[in-house]
């Protein structure tokens, strides 16, 4: 099989791909990448040099990046490629709405025309909007309500994935998962950036008071979902990737403390994200049922793992979180937003 893997710099694209290399040793990768901020060809260094596997740098969003990336064609495209973080996208949109939804469409409009014989939109649970307590779920069939310009954005590249089933019959299969955590996550999301700091022995900034929730799958668990939707999957269906592992941001940052050798006097409550959603908290049952896959990961044993690989990879971090990084960064690429 040929895989397209967009995205696969990135956090989750770069364990995917090391899932797929190791699981099917027949399989082929091309990863395209734009290298953003987020890209990072360090998290793919132990098998840049595997006989199966092809970097290409472009954008999604454009066309002749994509069709060389597709070459002579792909048995699939698997889109990890976005903007990801909500509080980028609350500082500045755009980079969003020209990745998450045009990006999204260029692809689909590739797999319209022939290219790749299926794609899988790799979504979030966050366009469902957010639930009030542990005990609702979205399901597949929630209505969106997205509230942060990620989301939003988000929601529009897997709206449109599902107009071009509806309309053209273009195969694809849209997922909607909860939040991933483990190795190679960029130092700015919840659990690295407590940690990494922790580890740099500073504060930690706690939105509020903490008391927000949400759903957590270790990278491995999400491979695996991938892999059943590659292989089992359906064209036009939309499968939820949840653990049922609800967690509030207060208790995560407790354990990480803990895990640490810190008291909370590390904690900082800062002011609360705009539009911050309370919860999120996802309805696995179709996967499950249909599929047979099921989340196999104790969270506090995954979360220790996470920790443990981000105190023996401090280069890897170290980099990302450097002054000289951060000029970098505001140079070329904050300020062409
Ligand atoms: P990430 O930010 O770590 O990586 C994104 C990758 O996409 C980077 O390598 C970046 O260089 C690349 N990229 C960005 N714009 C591009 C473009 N225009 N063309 C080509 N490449 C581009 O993201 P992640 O956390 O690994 O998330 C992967 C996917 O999973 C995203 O689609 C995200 O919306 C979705 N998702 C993430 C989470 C989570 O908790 N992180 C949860 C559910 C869904
Ligand atoms: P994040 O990792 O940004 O993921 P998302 O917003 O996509 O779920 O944030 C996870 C939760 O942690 C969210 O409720 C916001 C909160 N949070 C903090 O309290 N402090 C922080 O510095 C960050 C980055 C997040």
Redesign the pocket.
């Known amino acids: 099989m040929k895989i397209l893997v967009?995205?696969?710099?990135?956090?989750?694209?770069s364990n995917f791909i090391r899932y797929v290399l190791n699981k099917y040793p027949d399989y082929k990768i091309i990863n395209?990448?734009?290298?953003?901020y987020?890209?990072?060809l360090e998290n793919l260094r132990d098998i840049e040099n595997n006989p199966n596997y092809t970097f290409v740098k472009?954008?999604?969003?454009k066309t002749e990046d994509v069709d060389r990336a597709l070459g002579e064609g792909a048995d699939v495209v698997i889109?990890?490629?976005?903007?990801?973080?909500v509080d980028r996208s609350i500082l500045s949109p755009r980079a969003f709405l020209?990745?998450?939804i045009f990006?999204t469409y260029t692809l689909l409009e590739a797999v319209r025309a022939g290219k790749a014989k299926k794609m899988i939109q790799?979504?979030?649970?966050e366009v469902f909007g957010m639930v009030h307590n542990v005990n609702e779920e979205f399901t597949e069939e929630t209505k969106f309500d997205p509230s942060s310009p990620y989301s939003a954005s988000?929601a529009g590249g897997d709206l449109m994935a599902n107009a071009y089933w509806r309309t053209y019959k273009t195969p694809v299969i849209v997922t909607h998962?909860?939040?991933?955590y483990g190795a190679y996550?960029?130092p700015e999301?919840l659990i690295p950036l407590f940690v990494t700091n922790l580890l740099e022995n500073k504060k930690i900034p706690v939105y509020g008071e903490g008391n927000q929730f949400r759903e957590w799958i270790f990278t491995e668990d999400h491979c695996r979902a991938i892999d059943a939707i590659l292989h089992k999957g359906e064209a036009g269906e939309v499968y939820n990737i949840g653990t049922r592992n609800r967690k509030a941001n207060i208790e995560i940052t407790k354990f990480i403390l803990n895990y640490l050798g810190k008291d909370e006097s590390y904690i900082e409550h800062v002011a609360d994200r705009p539009g911050h959603d309370f919860g999120y908290a996802v309805n696995p049952d179709k996967l499950i049922g249909k599929l047979g896959w099921k989340p196999e990961t104790n969270f506090e044993d995954g979360l220790a793992e996470t920790i443990e690989w981000y105190k023996n990879n401090e280069s890897w971090w170290k980099k990302l979180k450097s002054k000289e990084y951060q000029e970098y960064y505001e140079k070329n690429y904050a300020s062409k937003k």
């Open positions: 967009t995205g696969g710099a990135g956090f989750m694209g395209l990448d734009k290298l953003t987020a890209g990072n472009g954008d999604i969003a889109n990890y490629a976005a903007e990801s973080h020209d990745t998450d990006g790799i979504s979030t649970d988000k998962s909860c939040n991933f996550q960029y999301k």
